[in-house]
């Protein structure tokens, strides 16, 4: 082997777009909450693959499903066709979410363009054309790449350069409901889309209040709710989906990044209200729903959804909780913030949040930051007391090298 030019990982992925900078070694191999790079170093993975790997890396029952699935050589049919797996998934996530239907597709990004879609059919469905088609969403949200999920996206730098998006999208403060308050005008919105926890924009969860104010002001005027749990919803904050501790229910949810256990999977729940708009032909998906990566996800739904598993993440979510404000207890000059809920917690930083993971990569703890401040934990939800430890005891070490460079 030749050693890697200048300029090149190593990796041999001189071939793939440069679209990220990715970090650190190749990895090989996973084990629980941890990732194994080719040279042997385990590192503990506290990103999950940005919340994606929630029952860890090598799951068994995902594995087991996979084999099953796998076996009986039944990769793909269409939607033309029927199967069984995403008949069971669609039961099983209703069943936990007090919602009525299901829609399967690809990815966190298409499962907002599905809701945006939804939404403007069901607010066109009974008007004579008077009713708004624009979208409200909140500052600091983050719901996605295309060109729908990105209009309603706060966040310039990835809009910019990409405009026109979808016209029609604006954006309030996040616990402002006299903004809120006026900027809902059924003449002029469809659809309301707020995280319940606000993940790429620094782990910032809404008050129970500010939601139920939203779903209050929406219910009032005809205009239509949309969770985005993409991120903090199956199992995340410690309850099936993050908007039941405010004991409201959205018109429209939107599940992904862990949904499938790792392999790509997006789904857009709703009332049997919005359901009633939709007809055959108004959308599609080829691959949406196919019967290898829904009998996953039918596993990986089991598992998220057990009240003993979710008691479990609410415990060591609070003992991370109380470990990160401990340490922000000894970093007072470094440490602004603890935020979160379960196991998606932020702890924001007094300055930028790329070098302490930088150094956290040196020391095999795998972070990712959430803006430009923020250092994200995202760890499985099956990761252990100890491990917790380590990470805040790495994270410790981290702060404290930063005051020699
Ligand atoms: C990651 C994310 C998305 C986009 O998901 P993709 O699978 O990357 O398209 C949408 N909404 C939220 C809240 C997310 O965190």
Redesign the pocket.
């Known amino acids: 082997m030749t050693a890697p030019a200048a300029g090149t990982s190593g990796a041999g992925d001189d071939s793939l777009l440069g679209v990220y900078r990715p970090q650190g070694p190749i990895f090989e191999r996973g084990e629980g909450s941890w990732l194994v790079a080719e040279d042997g170093r385990r590192y503990l993975d506290f990103t999950s693959g940005?919340?994606v790997t929630a029952l860890g890396h090598g799951a068994p029952e995902l594995i087991e499903a996979a084999r099953e699935a796998l076996e009986r050589g039944l990769f793909h049919t269409s939607n033309l066709y029927r199967t069984r797996p995403a008949a069971e998934l669609a039961r099983e996530l209703t069943r936990h979410t007090g919602l009525d239907r299901a829609f399967f597709c690809n990815?966190?990004?298409?499962?907002?363009e599905a809701a945006l879609k939804f939404a403007r059919r069901r607010v066109g469905a009974d008007s004579d054309g008077s009713r708004g088609r624009g979208f409200v969403a909140l500052r600091g949200?983050?719901?996605?790449?295309?060109f729908g999920?990105l209009a309603v996206t706060d966040r310039p730098a990835y809009r910019e350069p990409f405009e026109p998006l979808m016209p029609g999208a604006e954006f309030v403060d996040p616990d402002d409901s006299d903004a809120l308050d006026r900027a809902l005008d059924p003449e002029r919105v469809a659809a309301l889309i707020v995280?319940p926890v606000?993940?790429?924009g620094g782990v910032r969860p809404l008050s129970s209040e500010f939601l139920q104010r939203a779903r209050a002001l929406t219910r009032e005027r005809g205009i239509l709710l949309i969770c985005?749990?993409?991120?903090?919803g199956l199992g995340r904050t410690g309850s099936f989906v993050a908007h039941s501790v405010a004991g409201i229910r959205p018109d429209l949810l939107?599940l992904?990044?862990p949904l499938a256990g790792g392999l790509?999977m997006?789904a857009t729940l709703m009332t049997e209200d919005v359901a009633r708009a939709i007809q055959p032909g108004d959308h599609g998906t080829t691959f949406g729903g196919g019967p290898f990566v829904a009998a996953v996800a039918l596993a990986a739904v089991r598992r998220l959804a057990d009240p003993g598993f979710l008691t479990g993440v609410q415990a060591r979510g609070e003992r991370l909780e109380t470990m990160l404000h401990e340490l922000a207890d000894r970093h007072p000059s470094k440490i602004r913030e603890v935020r979160g809920r379960g196991l998606i917690r932020g702890v924001e930083l007094d300055g930028p949040a790329a070098p302490v993971v930088e150094r956290a990569l040196e020391r095999n703890l795998l972070l990712v930051g959430a803006g430009p401040d923020v250092i994200r934990f995202l760890p499985p939800l099956t990761v252990s007391d100890s491990e917790l430890e380590q990470a805040v005891s790495i994270l410790d070490d981290c702060l404290t090298a930063g005051d020699d460079s």
Not at 107 to 112: H, R, T
């Open positions: 940005i919340a990815s966190g990004g298409e499962g907002v949200s983050f719901h996605g790449r295309l999920s995280e606000q993940g790429e985005d749990e993409v991120q903090c939107v992904a990044k790509p997006g």
